[in-house]
């Protein structure tokens, strides 16, 4: 089986670097041979899994580590609801809120202390960030590289002018390329997302073997997930879109058959905010990418589908998730540190209704992101809203039921869920950090202080308190029915056009109104709903966007 994985990795090595894979395969060999403990259990995904996404300082106090408070309060408060905690970038950065590594390997000061993580890591399966598409511009690499240190002269991508950039697809607009001032004078550096994180160049296989002594760090230091941040832009080459190329697919390939060797409980979830069937490529056979991809569709559908309170897109679209085989499947989020994608919505929804979809997010006091295309034009690339804001209007209990319905569908259809930790704790739009920091992403990205949260969570009439625990009692449901394990069959049912239905396993059935009226649905057996408990014989009456799930 080893010799069998090795020489699988040798060939991906010579896929992706022809003269120079003896080199390369040889430093990787070695570098797997060096690692004297390995962890040799894979790790079966089940609907035992959830993930609590938040920074290492979501929720603070005085005098302590943020990290040591994350996990009091996940101890306290969360307890076994949730067995895997995504800690966003937690390393010294410069800008995007951790998105800009200054250094790979230690942690921010205010967050605290590898020791903290390995504690953290006691109770809970972590997931890491690999933020491997670029570093910040005071990263100890580029700064180097300014100075003329030979040895980084390649691990960046300079280009003297824009000439084969044209097709480049851009998720920011502002310009590709960056000046810096070097110890040979001024040079053009590849800069995709900011003129502060700077895009390293995989050419180089040096870079490659700095990346992949990270990754494996990381594994040695705790995580069980490792999330490839915007890896579908991670190959360059000039005249294509420097997206989604196959050097990018064998980069991913490769990282997974070297955990299989190494740290084989480790899961790969990649990241990619791009139209649903550019997304599925990255599970590549269901069993050599990635083990998650993020469900990008699914928050924007979802939004969708509840302001125009009909079923049909959202059905359809339903119909296609399926795990690609029974190591690999969806990451089901609705909320995050970062925007509501448009880009998925390609090919599912028209113009007319992604911009009715705009006016909404706007109305509901949220904002517009954009990107720049090819052609120089602007168009909306992603809405910044928190996502109870989203579905807030006069009547809150109407409001809390929506937003928890959102969740049960990604709770309940196949896949592994993400709670982003202002959707668990029922935070709103955070207009002040949008005025301090001048970016819309801020509005969902408040920083809570712990005592005023505590206090919140431990008074029933507060919203926190109301969402908080709805949210944990459909978490319940799902990991203590393995009808919802995301291998299992999922059958959608076509009740009608305000209706959101499917069955798990032939057993438990999932029933949603999405309309804002009563609504009776004829169940025809015996069925106890798991939601409270009660039997239910022949029929039930649902409010709108009140939702059941029936076990028989």
Same mark, same amino acid.
């Not at 250094?103 to 590898?114: A, F, P, T, V």
């Not at 097709?167 to 550096?189: A, C, Q, W």
């Not at 050097?247 to 899961?267: A, G, N, P, S, W």
């Not at 992604?354 to 109305?363: G, S």
């Given at each position: 089986?080893?010799?069998?994985?090795?020489?699988?990795?040798?060939?991906?090595?010579?896929?992706?670097?022809?003269?120079?894979?003896?080199?390369?395969?040889?430093?990787?060999?070695?570098?797997?041979?060096?690692?004297?403990?390995?962890?040799?259990?894979?790790?079966?995904?089940?609907?035992?899994?959830?993930?609590?996404?938040?920074?290492?300082?979501?929720?603070?106090?005085?005098?302590?580590?943020?990290?040591?408070?994350?996990?009091?309060?996940?101890?306290?408060?969360?307890?076994?609801?949730?067995?895997?905690?995504?800690?966003?970038?937690?390393?010294?950065?410069?800008?995007?809120?951790?998105?800009?590594?200054?250094?790979?390997?230690?942690?921010?000061?205010?967050?605290?202390?590898?020791?903290?993580?390995?504690?953290?890591?006691?109770?809970?399966?972590?997931?890491?960030?690999?933020?491997?598409?670029?570093?910040?511009?005071?990263?100890?690499?580029?700064?180097?590289?300014?100075?003329?240190?030979?040895?980084?002269?390649?691990?960046?991508?300079?280009?003297?002018?824009?000439?084969?950039?044209?097709?480049?697809?851009?998720?920011?607009?502002?310009?590709?390329?960056?000046?810096?001032?070097?110890?040979?004078?001024?040079?053009?550096?590849?800069?995709?997302?900011?003129?502060?994180?700077?895009?390293?160049?995989?050419?180089?296989?040096?870079?490659?073997?700095?990346?992949?002594?990270?990754?494996?760090?990381?594994?040695?230091?705790?995580?069980?997930?490792?999330?490839?941040?915007?890896?579908?832009?991670?190959?360059?080459?000039?005249?294509?879109?420097?997206?989604?190329?196959?050097?990018?697919?064998?980069?991913?390939?490769?990282?997974?058959?070297?955990?299989?060797?190494?740290?084989?409980?480790?899961?790969?979830?990649?990241?990619?905010?791009?139209?649903?069937?550019?997304?599925?490529?990255?599970?590549?056979?269901?069993?050599?990418?990635?083990?998650?991809?993020?469900?990008?569709?699914?928050?924007?559908?979802?939004?969708?589908?509840?302001?125009?309170?009909?079923?049909?897109?959202?059905?359809?679209?339903?119909?296609?998730?399926?795990?690609?085989?029974?190591?690999?499947?969806?990451?089901?989020?609705?909320?995050?540190?970062?925007?509501?994608?448009?880009?998925?919505?390609?090919?599912?929804?028209?113009?007319?209704?992604?911009?009715?979809?705009?006016?909404?997010?706007?109305?509901?006091?949220?904002?517009?992101?954009?990107?720049?295309?090819?052609?120089?034009?602007?168009?909306?690339?992603?809405?910044?809203?928190?996502?109870?804001?989203?579905?807030?209007?006069?009547?809150?209990?109407?409001?809390?039921?929506?937003?928890?319905?959102?969740?049960?569908?990604?709770?309940?259809?196949?896949?592994?869920?993400?709670?982003?930790?202002?959707?668990?704790?029922?935070?709103?739009?955070?207009?002040?950090?949008?005025?301090?920091?001048?970016?819309?992403?801020?509005?969902?990205?408040?920083?809570?202080?712990?005592?005023?949260?505590?206090?919140?969570?431990?008074?029933?009439?507060?919203?926190?308190?109301?969402?908080?625990?709805?949210?944990?009692? !459909?978490?319940?449901? =799902?990991? @203590?029915? /393995?009808? %919802?394990?995301?291998?299992? +069959?999922? #059958? *959608?049912?076509?009740? $009608?056009?305000?209706? !959101?239905?499917?069955? =798990?396993? @032939?057993? /438990?059935? %999932?029933?949603?109104?999405? +309309?804002? #009226? *009563?609504?009776?649905? $004829?169940?025809?057996?015996?069925?106890?709903?798991?939601?409270?408990?009660?039997?239910?014989?022949?029929?039930?009456?649902? #409010?709108?966007?009140?939702?059941?799930?029936?076990?028989?």
């Amino acid at each position: 089986m080893q010799s069998n994985t090795l020489k699988e990795i040798k060939d991906i090595i010579l896929s992706i670097y022809g003269d120079n894979s003896d080199y390369v395969y040889n430093s990787i060999k070695n570098k797997i041979n060096s690692i004297k403990t390995k962890r040799n259990n894979f790790y079966k995904i089940s609907n035992k899994d959830s993930v609590l996404i938040t920074y290492a300082d979501n929720i603070y106090t005085k005098n302590e580590s943020c990290l040591k408070t994350l996990n009091k309060f996940s101890k306290e408060f969360i307890g076994n609801s949730i067995n895997t905690i995504h800690i966003l970038p937690f390393f010294p950065y410069s800008s995007d809120d951790g998105f800009s590594v200054i250094d790979y390997k230690k942690i921010d000061e205010k967050n605290g202390s590898w020791e903290d993580i390995k504690y953290l890591s006691e109770n809970y399966r972590l997931m890491f960030d690999a933020v491997i598409n670029h570093i910040s511009k005071e990263n100890y690499w580029f700064k180097e590289f300014l100075n003329g240190n030979k040895i980084y002269s390649k691990y960046f991508i300079e280009c003297e002018n824009d000439e084969g950039l044209s097709k480049v697809v851009r998720p920011r607009t502002h310009s590709l390329l960056t000046e810096f001032k070097t110890s040979e004078g001024i040079k053009k550096i590849w800069t995709t997302f900011s003129e502060d994180q700077v895009d390293l160049n995989y050419k180089n296989p040096e870079v490659l073997l700095e990346i992949i002594d990270i990754l494996i760090f990381y594994a040695e230091k705790g995580a069980k997930l490792l999330r490839l941040d915007a890896i579908g832009f991670l190959w360059k080459e000039k005249h294509t879109t420097c997206i989604h190329l196959n050097q990018t697919h064998l980069i991913i390939k490769l990282i997974r058959k070297i955990f299989e060797m190494t740290y084989k409980d480790v899961l790969i979830i990649t990241e990619t905010n791009v139209p649903h069937e550019d997304n599925i490529k990255y599970f590549g056979n269901g069993n050599n990418e990635a083990h998650m991809i993020y469900n990008f569709t699914l928050p924007p559908l979802i939004l969708y589908t509840f302001f125009k309170q009909d079923s049909r897109v959202f059905l359809k679209w339903l119909k296609s998730i399926k795990s690609p085989s029974k190591y690999a499947t969806y990451f089901n989020f609705l909320a995050s540190h970062d925007g509501i994608g448009l880009r998925p919505l390609e090919g599912i929804i028209d113009d007319n209704d992604k911009k009715n979809l705009i006016e909404d997010i706007i109305r509901h006091n949220g904002f517009v992101s954009y990107k720049k295309n090819s052609d120089g034009s602007k168009s909306p690339y992603e809405l910044n809203i928190n996502l109870f804001s989203a579905f807030k209007d006069d009547d809150l209990d109407l409001s809390i039921r929506k937003f928890i319905s959102a969740y049960a569908i990604a709770c309940f259809m196949p896949g592994v869920p993400g709670i982003y930790i202002h959707s668990l704790l029922g935070s709103e739009n955070f207009f002040d950090g949008v005025k301090k920091t001048g970016q819309y992403r801020s509005i969902n990205r408040e920083k809570l202080h712990y005592e005023n949260l505590i206090i919140d969570l431990k008074n029933p009439k507060t919203l926190r308190y109301k969402i908080f625990h709805k949210m944990k009692k !459909i978490l319940s449901i =799902r990991s @203590n029915n /393995i009808d %919802f394990d995301p291998f299992v +069959s999922m #059958k *959608v049912l076509d009740i $009608d056009n305000e209706t !959101i239905s499917f069955e =798990r396993n @032939n057993s /438990i059935k %999932f029933i949603l109104n999405i +309309s804002n #009226k *009563v609504k009776k649905y $004829d169940t025809d057996k015996h069925f106890v709903n798991l939601i409270d408990e009660k039997n239910i014989e022949n029929f039930v009456d649902l #409010k709108p966007f009140e939702f059941v799930v029936l076990k028989k």
